[in-house]
């Protein structure tokens, strides 16, 4: 596949409406929980990214038969048989780790390497085996594959998590929906993807509570039947679009979006005196001529999302006044902080901690992105910077946003998709 770039004119102020897509951090978790039953699950309203094309495939290449018609996707996983994914499938995307908890649940035994996706700091898989442990499956890591077995069954259990997981969180409650007993998982991550895991494993016929809490409670079922779903509201794509009206000074309204999963991010763009109006199901953020400096720290649910962080930080390096911005959740994300000061951006790393001295503005350059949410706050940066941007790694942007410029454009973007 040949690499592609961004050519982005800057000075753009963007205006208008944009509808949100389906969640990318959803849709993965709820097409691998497709493989719990033996018949037909359709899942509606999903974004077309690579991601969850990847997961097409790992869903395809279990035995699944996959039908994709425009933003829905029937999975049938009666006929699944395969147990063991290639490690090219796993290298593909981080999330292709989440078939752990539904095949093991369901067939008592999976293969799979460790899981690849953005270099954005150590996200270990040692509290999905752990819970694993715990209820029983028993576990060989080697040769960089990891072997999950069940001689006697899932059985339910209380799972303590040693930090809010996301991806344990996920993996385990699939897998508890079919062990024998209850499983209580305390000290669960509260995001709302992991709320609407819930809502589709319920309407399959699983018995599971507490989600968006610190503590879940799943009562394991015989056996699960086919649903259909419509997946949430991506958060994170529409946080990345209120960031782009705040530095760009212009003015977006967002449709298809539940505001309280974006509470942190309205508090804090408000506290940067952006106006934010907010209601039922949209969202309107006004720009001004230049945002005020704010302070950051990236927390789990319902923090300030770490997803975030780089597109804010991007924001901060043109606000008035000296930020300070901490990073809790990953060691690596810190990336775009080297491109951003090639843009003329001034910023100063002390561990995991960035102190941003706003600039009146920045300037084009030559940048590369290094992971999703980089190439995100790069983009934004470009399209608010004097002069012509070229963004080099867009294969990055591409996992989590569906074709950027597609969507920017019409609200005043020049974003030109080049093959290098």
Known sequence: ?????FLIVGKSRLKGTVKINGSKNATLPILAATLLCSETATVKDLPNLHDVNTMKDVLTYLGARVNREGRKMIVDSSEVQSLE??????????????????????FGYVKISYPGGCNIGSRPMNLHLKGLQAMGAVITEKFGYITAETPFGLQGTEIHLDMPSV??????MMAAALADGITTIRNAAKEPEIVDLQSFLVSMGAKIS?????????????????TEHTVIPDRIEAGTYMVAAAITNGDITLTNVIPVHLDAVIAKLREAGVQVTVNEDTIRVQGVERPKAVDIK?????????????????????????????????ENRFKHVAELRRMGADIRLEGNTAIVRGVPGLTGAYVEASDLRAGAALTLAAMA????????????????????????????????????
């Open 210 to 226: 507490g989600a968006g809490t610190d503590t879940i409670r799943i009562e394991g079922v015989q056996a699960l039947k086919g």
């Open 298 to 330: 990236t927390m789990p649910y319902p923090g300030f999302p770490t997803d975030m962080q780089p597109q804010f930080l991007a924001l901060m390096s043109i606000a008035e006044g000296t930020s300070i911005i901490s990073e809790t959740i990953f």
């Open 1 to 5: 596949m040949s690499s592609q770039k």
């Open 85 to 106: 994914i290639s490690e090219d499938l796993m290298r593909r995307m981080r999330a292709s780790n989440l078939v752990l908890g539904p095949l093991l649940a369901r």
């Open 167 to 172: 991806g344990a969180t996920e993996n385990l």
């Open 385 to 420: 910077a004097e002069d012509g941007t070229v963004l080099d790694g867009i294969e990055h942007i591409d996992r989590g946003y569906e074709r950027m410029e597609k969507k920017y454009n019409p609200l005043g973007a020049r974003i030109i998709r080049v093959n290098s």
